[in-house]
């Protein structure tokens, strides 16, 4: 907004500028004149013309420029507000502290780290950043059937980029279809297909090649009610869906080059990052802040120097958990209370994986405490040698009747 005020200020002064010039000159008393073939012209009034020409190339010029540098700045404030710029800016932001050498140190250490670790750690930072950004302001919605044809078309909406794809329905199956889309909001009808090596720029937004759709709803409903949880994920709504691909007339590849982030590292000169279905696998062995002890990554540690941590600490753990747990119907109606202890993996980035009940209670109270454990945020991960790695955590999840 600041931008568009300098614009428009800079444009009225221009215009001031060049009225201001184009006013009459009086011709003042004393003026000395002087005469070139038979004409008799002023000398001082030549004089101040090609003085008040210059001024007015001068300010022209700077308010020119002025007005490009506002431009450019606008330019790239809206550049930096997409997918693509803030995927670049979280890449070199993190790479950058990465590749510093560290007070403690040593010179070939910090020479091996690099030689060893570059390219994954860069991979590591670009899948994040990107994998964060997908998914973010998508919507689809349904359109009319088209009975004839038998199909519904669906409008994609990614981050104000639309596009349209087109699903076969047979007309029997079509009004629910359309009901179950409604209800369920699109994303489970429709789920948007999380294949990380189907995406692409357009106009520098992310935007998928790619929806997956099931006629099936994503989750099926055992029992009890909205207000309480009593249900599962439907298992057969991958195996039994369609993909239906999406186009656009000014793709450009998902991709995170190096030497566009202006940092050195001979490692990854020329390097192009290419997003990909799976995670960067890590290598078995690094080393570790500049000493000669080593750290196997992918092993899953029992106890480490700093262990994970949920996102704002205890207190917003039991906040999160208060918010969020719904006790189920069935268990409230039979009067079942206790105390269910959940064992989880906190992972290298921090996602929750292999969950599992480690001390029953009933099995709606286990499934619920399941769910909201895989509900949870990423947290902290837990680190040994200052190296992120994953490491088993339990929880005990609270149901008491009131």
């Known amino acids: 907004m600041k931008h568009i005020i300098l614009l428009i200020v800079a444009l009225l002064c221009m215009v001031g500028s060049n009225a201001q010039t184009r006013k ?35 300010n022209t010029l700077f308010w020119q420029r002025l007005i490009e540098n506002a431009a450019k700045n606008s330019e790239r404030e809206r550049y930096e507000m997409t997918d693509r710029g803030r995927v670049m800016k979280n890449v070199k932001e993190k ?10 140190e040593k010179t070939t250490a910090y020479e091996l780290r690099l030689q060893q670790s570059s390219k994954f750690v860069f991979d590591s930072i670009c899948y994040d950043a990107i994998v964060d950004r997908i998914g973010d302001n998508w919507s689809l919605d349904l359109e009319k059937y088209n009975a004839d044809k038998e199909y519904f078309p669906i409008t994609c909406n990614f981050n104000e980029i639309k596009a349209t794809i087109y699903v076969s329905v047979p007309i029997a199956e079509a009004p629910q279809f359309q009901k179950d889309f409604n209800e369920y909001g699109g994303f489970q009808t429709a789920e948007r297909l999380r294949r990380f090596d189907k995406f692409v720029y357009v106009q520098n937004m992310i935007c998928p090649t790619s929806i997956l759709v099931n006629r099936k709803p994503y989750w099926i409903w055992r029992g009890g009610n909205r207000e309480g949880y009593y249900g599962e994920i439907n298992d057969d709504f991958f195996i039994d869906a369609d993909t239906a691909k999406v186009t656009y007339k000014d793709a450009k590849p998902l991709v995170v080059r190096f030497n566009d982030l202006g940092i050195k590292n001979k490692y990854l ?3 192009v990052y290419v997003l990909k279905k799976e995670e960067p696998v890590k290598p078995i062995m690094m080393p570790i ?16 120097e700093e262990m994970p941590s949920f996102p704002g600490g205890s207190n917003a753990f039991s906040s999160f ?9 069935v268990a409230q109606e039979n009067g079942i209370q206790g105390r269910v202890i959940v064992k989880f993996v906190v992972d290298k980035d921090g996602r929750i994986t292999d969950v599992e009940i480690t001390r029953s209670v009933d099995p709606s109270l286990d499934r619920e405490a399941m769910r909201i454990v895989k509900a949870m945020p990423k947290w902290k991960p837990g680190k040994l040698k200052g190296n992120c790695v994953r490491v088993k955590y339990t929880v005990p999840i609270v149901f008491r009747l009131s």
């Open 95 to 104: 790479f950058s502290a990465w590749n510093e050498i560290r007070e403690f």
């Open 289 to 304: 802040d500049g000493n000669s002890e080593l750290v196997d990554t992918d092993k899953i540690y029992e106890q480490v």
């Open 321 to 329: 958990i208060a918010a969020n747990l719904k006790y189920p119907v």
């Open 269 to 271: 000169a020329n390097y």
């Open 24 to 58: 009459p000159q009086m011709r003042k008393m004393g003026q000395t004149s002087q005469t070139v073939k038979g004409k008799t012209t002023s000398m001082g009034k030549n004089n101040r013309g090609a003085r008040n020409k210059k001024s007015v190339d001068s």
